[in-house]
């Protein structure tokens, strides 16, 4: 009896664990932003490059090889581009998001140029935490 009452209880403890924890990773954004992760995975060709990032015509950063770029930004509405004229992204930010925003370099006829992507949290996550950290900034209070 005191064998399965132990492990009901260990049960009971471990469903509510990760929902606490949770809780407190969607409490840990302020209300009213959300995150822009930017990040080039590391590569050999184009390496050289640093490509702009630019939110809402306004330019943010050059990422160089390798390297991430964190930005919080007000909700709402956003254009998210390089300097790749092909690729862009019309971002709809919600309240405590991160969006993950993958920079490749694309080849051109003289010069390469940085294509983005916008990827699944998961593989963002995961790909971003291999980069070094570069800045981070913070749009939101500008608006």
């Known amino acids: 009896m005191r064998h399965s009452l132990a492990s009901v209880l260990f049960m009971l403890i471990s469903l509510l664990v990760p929902s606490t924890q949770a809780q407190q990773s969607t409490e840990s954004q302020p209300e009213g932003k959300a995150t822009i992760c930017f990040y080039r995975p590391h590569r050999f ?8 990032i630019y ?13 991430s770029v964190n930005v919080t930004i007000p909700i709402g509405q956003h254009r998210v581009y390089s300097n ?5 992204i019309d971002l709809d930010a919600q309240p405590g998001q991160t969006y993950y925003v993958r920079m490749d370099i694309q080849t051109g006829v003289w010069k390469g140029h940085g294509g983005i992507t916008l990827v699944d949290p998961q593989e963002g996550k995961y790909e971003s935490g291999q980069t070094k950290l570069e800045t981070s900034s913070d749009l939101s209070s500008s608006k």
């Open 84 to 88: 790749d004229k092909a690729t862009g």
């Open 45 to 52: 060709e184009g390496s050289a490059l640093k490509p702009s």
């Open 55 to 67: 939110i809402d015509n306004s330019e943010i950063a050059r990422l160089k090889n390798g390297e």
